[in-house]
């Protein structure tokens, strides 16, 4: 018998359909197929749903009064072929390392349009972003000033900043993943008075360029009102440091955290409401205090990539343990997919070669690691699982290629873009070779 919790069939998105030989396709090509010539395990991301987000916030997120920018934020997932898609969608770009504004430069992304976050950056991470020009550095705290204005000082180049400060949100969304608290690593706190002396202090700087605020409230939210709260606080925050500091707020980045679904229960608001909407909040607190616009930004991450990206794995053996569960022993492992052993994530899996069979148990679905807490799905519906059997694992697109490690001495999977029946790599699985790459022998 199949328990209620353990979900429906597993949802498809963008082009994912099932074909006549019941197998799952993805940008019409078959993942069998996929599996096939790739190997496994296969990260596969679909280009025509990522570029269809993309379109979506760039098209809602717009009015005809306010200057607007979506910026994309990297970590979600980054790749020089990503970098290269987003730039063709129009899209900024949040870094927020050295490692990720390296990709992006190396891909020929404008400087310009790139956000440089960071909350511990080195000086050699700002002399890198503020040498090539990146359009903002996000100064993370006071420590940050000093060192911004000693590198543009010697180097002699002026820098365009927003400062991050943290305005204390509730955002209802896992512990790990919340950014506003008042104990959280990120940014200065809105009510502490010593920011406002850090605003003075760049607002005065002849080497910064002091432009406005950023703040995130959290990853992973689905209570519409915790955005529009993000902006009251904002605004009214704005508002105070004009009065009091006689600056002039002209930019506002927001963040992230779009909700995106995953599984049964996770019910991602409607973005094209929440986006108008957002800009309309901005609008009209703006009008209250008779302060101008702001030029607004947002940065989702999740939201342009998750449901875009499928994991496909092999099956090996499937094992019942004498306690009573069913495991199906997968070719990937919690490398590959972290966030549901870091997080407790849910996701929906189905079998790629077997889409219109009904399922007949509940399995968890684990990988290699010498690790109990290697799981990637727990308790989910499957048709009789058997050795050689293809699982898709569905909404892996964001910060599952990214978050992945070599634990184990595994190597990474390689991530392919379908479209239209073409598929291209556009990360090469890595090799043994590649696992002992910068070990040093005595
Ligand atoms: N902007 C800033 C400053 C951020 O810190 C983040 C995410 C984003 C934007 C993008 O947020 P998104 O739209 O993707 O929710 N590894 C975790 C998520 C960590 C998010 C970190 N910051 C996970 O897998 O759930």
């Known amino acids: 018998m199949i328990s209620e919790e353990s979900g429906d069939l597993m949802k498809l998105f963008g082009t994912m359909k099932i074909n006549e030989k019941g197998h799952l396709e993805i940008g019409k090509c078959d993942s069998v197929d996929l599996a096939r010539d790739y190997g496994t ?13 993309c379109n979506l916030f760039k098209t809602s997120f717009r009015d005809d009064d306010i200057e607007t920018d979506v910026i994309y934020a990297s970590k979600a997932f980054l790749t020089l072929a990503m970098c290269k898609l987003i730039k063709e969608e129009g899209l900024s770009l949040d870094v927020v390392s050295g490692g990720e504004l390296y990709t992006a430069l190396k891909a020929g992304f404008p400087a310009h349009r790139i956000y440089m976050h960071g909350n511990n950056k080195t000086i050699e991470e700002l002399s890198m972003a503020i040498k090539s020009e990146v359009g903002r550095i996000i100064i993370d705290n006071r420590y940050e000033v000093d060192l911004i204005e000693n590198i543009c000082k010697s180097i002699k180049k002026k820098i365009k900043v927003l400062l991050r400060v943290n305005p204390g949100i509730e955002a209802h969304t896992h512990e790990y993943i919340k950014t506003t608290n008042n104990n959280s690593k990120f940014g200065e706190s809105i009510f502490s008075d010593d920011t406002f002396n850090i605003i003075n202090r760049l607002n005065s700087s002849e080497y910064m360029d002091f432009k406005g605020f950023h703040s995130h409230i959290g990853s992973q939210i689905f209570q519409e009102e915790s955005f529009y709260e993000h902006i009251n606080v904002m605004m009214d925050f704005a508002n105070n440091v004009s009065e009091r500091c006689g600056v002039v707020i002209r930019e506002l980045n927001l963040g992230g955290g779009f909700g995106t679904y995953y599984s049964k229960g996770d019910i991602p608001v409607d973005l094209n409401n929440l986006l108008c909407n ?70 929906e899996a189905a079998i790629a070669n077997r889409m219109n069979e009904e399922a007949d148990d509940i399995y968890t679905i684990t990988g290699r690691c010498c690790e109990s807490g290697d799981i990637i799905v727990r308790n989910i519906a499957l048709p009789n699982p058997k050795n050689e059997d293809i699982i898709a694992v569905s909404s892996t697109g964001a910060y599952n290629y990214s978050m992945s490690s070599n634990y184990n001495r595994l190597p990474r999977p390689p991530v392919v873009f379908v479209k239209n029946g073409k598929s291209r790599c556009v990360v090469k699985r890595e090799t043994y070779e590649d696992i002992i790459r910068n070990d040093v022998c005595f």
């Open 278 to 347: 957002m800009l309309n909040r901005v609008k009209e607190k703006a009008k209250e205090f008779g302060i101008s616009y702001p030029k607004v930004m947002i940065e989702p991450g999740r939201a342009i990539v998750a449901n875009a990206g499928t994991t496909l794995y092999r099956v090996g053996s499937v094992k019942r343990t004498y306690g009573g569960r069913n495991y199906i022993f997968v070719d990937g492992s919690m490398n590959d997919n972290l966030r549901t052993s870091l997080y407790g994530a849910q996701y």
């Open 41 to 53: 395990p296969l990260y596969v991301m679909d280009e025509e749903l990522i570029r269809e987000r």
